[in-house]
Structure formats: structure tokens, C-alpha cells
């Protein structure tokens, strides 16, 4: 059971909007920790998508974007791609462990 | 360009232990922390360890608090986890990741780039 909570998983059809959520508590997201996302394909590492909430890294496309809401964190992926189907984690600290915390991950399916 | 890669992954019975290698160029691992992060077969990411850009500073996820250690060489820019009494539970691939800010402890910085990862089997 990870601390972070996301969907296993979502799908869309090429073109389409879709949103992960990413859950926390008042030990991480609430206390007010950056959330940061990655995808991560088989075989290679995880890539930085997001850092800081909602901030892009260069290179990463606009159709990218994240948002922070309380103790929740989405990341919106618009004009879905097939190369962008991945699983995608979120990532903060949570000080009631010491320590950094994982989603259990999102599959993301392209239709 | 910079750029992790880690080794030193095998095949190893239970009780015993391995030594991982995370070799950094493009930064010297004395002015950036680095994290270690693994994935069990079928299983989402998982964060193990991190040592502070100093070196004066570590921090241990609680499933391996005690058994695993890092240390790190700066003349070969390098960083190493201690693995010892290993699991078949600590199957696993290991990424090595640099904190993102140099000269930082901080809690909010992220993970970039990743090293390629190495695969650790536990098994008799």
C-alpha cells in the first residue's frame, strides 16, 4: 500500500485529455512537500516530467501539465499520443516516515 | 552530459550480500546527493536510501534500516550500497538517482536524471 495513492490505471483515445490523480495525507502533500512525476517505460529509467507541483522541464512538451489541490496532486497529459502510453509516478516526501514516498504508479493506456 | 550507471548487480542467496555502483560523470557526486530507488518484479518504485552531497548525511527507508549502507568515493565519483542479510524481497532492479539541486539536504528537490539500473535476485 503506498502512501501516494493513484489509479492503477486510465485510458484515452489519441487526442484526448486525461488527468492522474496522485493522493497524500497531512504527512506529505498536506504538509506541503513538493509533488514531482516521472514516467517510466520497461527496460529504461524513469524520466522527470513534472518537478515542483507544476513545473516542466525542458524538453518536455506543454501538452504536460500538473496542478495541486490540498492534499492532492493531478497530472493532465492533452492530445494523447501512443508513444505516451507509460507508467507514470508520483513522487514527494513525507516527514512521518523521514523519507521520500512513491505512488503505486499509473498505467496509461492509449486506445 | 551527465549521466549515472549503476553495477555490481547479480544473483545472490539469502543471508548474503552485494555491493551496488552508482559511477556519476558530467557532476561530481561531492556536490550532489544521491538517491538509490528500486522495483520488485511487477511492482511500483520504491525509494531505499539516499546519502547527502557531503557524505554527512543518510537516510534509510525502514525495509532496509540496518542492513543496508551507503558510502561514497569522490576520487572516482562514485556511490556504493552495502547490501547485507539480503531477502528474496529485496529482488529487485536498483536505480541510483542524483538529487536535483547541488549542495542541497533538501526534502523538496526531485530525482534527475536516473542511472539504467541493475537487477539484484535473492535467490537459493
Known amino acids: 500500500q503506498s502512501v501516494l495513492t493513484q489509479p492503477p490505471s486510465v485510458s484515452g483515445a489519441p487526442g484526448q485529455r486525461v488527468t492522474i490523480s496522485c493522493t497524500g495525507n497531512s504527512s506529505n502533500i498536506g504538509t506541503g512537500y513538493d509533488v514531482h512525476w516521472y514516467r517510466h517505460l520497461p527496460g529504461t529509467p524513469p524520466k522527470l516530467l513534472i518537478y515542483g507541483n507544476s513545473h516542466r522541464p525542458s524538453g518536455v512538451p506543454d501538452r504536460f501539465s500538473g496542478s495541486k489541490s490540498g492534499t492532492s496532486v493531478s497530472l493532465a497529459i492533452t492530445g494523447l499520443q501512443a508513444e505516451d502510453e507509460a507508467v507514470y509516478y508520483c513522487q514527494s516526501y513525507d516527514s512521518s516516515l523521514s523519507g521520500w514516498v512513491f505512488g503505486g504508479g499509473t498505467h496509461l493506456t492509449v486506445l | 552530459q551527465v549521466q549515472l550507471v549503476e553495477s555490481g548487480g547479480g544473483v545472490v542467496q539469502p543471508g548474503k550480500s552485494l555491493r551496488l555502483s552508482c559511477a556519476a560523470s558530467g557532476f561530481t557526486v561531492s556536490s550532489h546527493g544521491i538517491h538509490w530507488v528500486r522495483q520488485a518484479p511487477g511492482k511500483g518504485l520504491e525509494w531505499v536510501a539516499v546519502?547527502?552531497?557531503?557524505?554527512?548525511?543518510?537516510n534509510y527507508a525502514d525495509s532496509v534500516k540496518g542492513r543496508f549502507t551507503l558510502s561514497r568515493d569522490n576520487s572516482k565519483n562514485t556511490v556504493y550500497l552495502e547490501m547485507n542479510s539480503l531477502t528474496p524481497g529485496d529482488t529487485a532492479v536498483y536505480f541510483c538517482a542524483r538529487v536535483s539541486a547541488p549542495y542541497s539536504n533538501n526534502r523538496y528537490n526531485w530525482f534527475d536524471p536516473w542511472g539504467q539500473g541493475t537487477l539484484v535476485t535473492v535467490s537459493s
Open positions: 546519502i547527502s552531497h557531503d557524505g554527512k548525511n543518510d
